[in-house]
């Protein structure tokens, strides 16, 4: 049996929207664009949605959209894909790593105010894994010292604290549609924003600085081309039209993986908070500091299932060691963690079949390897 990491759920009518679109001419800037804002703003239940081509170009404009720049200092985890980090570096800003609490892995929020300066800025939280971070902590040190709030609800599109959404409780934050996420748009990401100006600022960067009443070609700003085509956008339509179905076929994936591995000895199934709404990005289990992860990943792959270490951390990686001098033990409970997670095969579709493949070759695999 062959099993993938992550795939895409998609029908006929995500083939069906984007091949209206190609029976038009208007493939950018058009109304496709609008209707997936619309329905992203109103699912996530913010005043506005700016759609653009990555999750990684909505970070930036955020970054951009609060001046953050050369210096200023942004609060953030190390545990989480690259991008969270990297979108501070653009700008010359300096990321501020603070280590993860270690049921959520999200950032620790009892370990950020002791590295608040003058010149922090900003909080950039990361929803890990669709498990939303500690937001209300967060807000109340942000408003305390002045800070901006840019939630990075890449992995979390529909998670829920107290039944309010993840991305209702940042200044901004971000979603993202590359194929892995729940829902995707081929490549793609948005920002939301209750914010009039950073909902115009970024509208305007991510079109070469236009304004919204300017001609073509007169710009107002530095800007770039951060723009999402019309076939992702129309893809994206379908996509947020099923959103709640997939995201709770995507629940009942989980639930499913959890009554599977339970019993495996060494094996730590993801932490859910009581109090949150999971939206369930990836299934990452935790192995026990016996077990050698490295040749379980192998004997899994060998057996056809997709598997990775989820994730490295972003200090210990090449390029942050060489600018900032980051080494090994500077975020214990991170490395701890990175050293040990493996995720396993998730995605919308998976059929009980291949939850129980994964936990017979996972068990084989902690029988005879450990
Ligand atoms: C996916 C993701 C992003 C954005 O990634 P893109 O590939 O640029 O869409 C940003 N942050 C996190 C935490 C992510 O998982």
Known sequence: MKIPLAQPYIGEEEIREVLS??????????PKLDEFEKLVAQYVGAKHAIAVNSGTSALHLCIRSFNIADGDEVITTPFSFVASANCILFERAKPVFVDIDPDTLCIHPDKIEEMVTQRTKAILPVHVFGHPADMEAIKRIAGKYNLVVIEDACEAIGAEIKGRKAGTFGDAATFAFYPNKQITTGEGGVIVTDDDRVAEL?????????????????????????????????LGVAQ??????????????????????????????????????????????????HINREKIISSLTEAG???KPYFPAIHLQPFYVAEFGYKEGDFPITE?????????????????????????????AIRTLS
Request: charged share 25%; glycine share 8%; net charge positive.
């Open 336 to 364: 701890e963690v990175a050293s040990q997670t493996v995720a396993l095969p998730f995605y919308t579709s998976m059929t009980g079949l291949e939850i129980d493949y994964v936990g017979t070759k996972l068990e084989e």
């Open 305 to 307: 299932i997709g598997c």
């Open 202 to 234: 970024c509208r305007s960067m991510r079109s070469q600085g236009r304004a919204s009443d300017g001609g073509w070609l007169y710009h107002e700003r530095l800007g770039y081309n951060y723009r999402m085509p019309e076939l992702s956008a129309a």
């Open 240 to 289: 947020m039209r099923k959103l709640t179905k997939i995201l709770a076929m995507r629940q009942r994936v989980a639930d499913q993986y959890n009554e599977r591995l339970k019993d495996i000895p060494g094996v730590q199934l993801p932490y859910q908070d009581r109090r949150v709404k999971m939206s369930w990005f990836v299934y990452v289990i935790r192995l026990a500091p």
């Open 21 to 30: 679109v190609l029976r038009t001419p208007t493939l950018s800037i058009g």
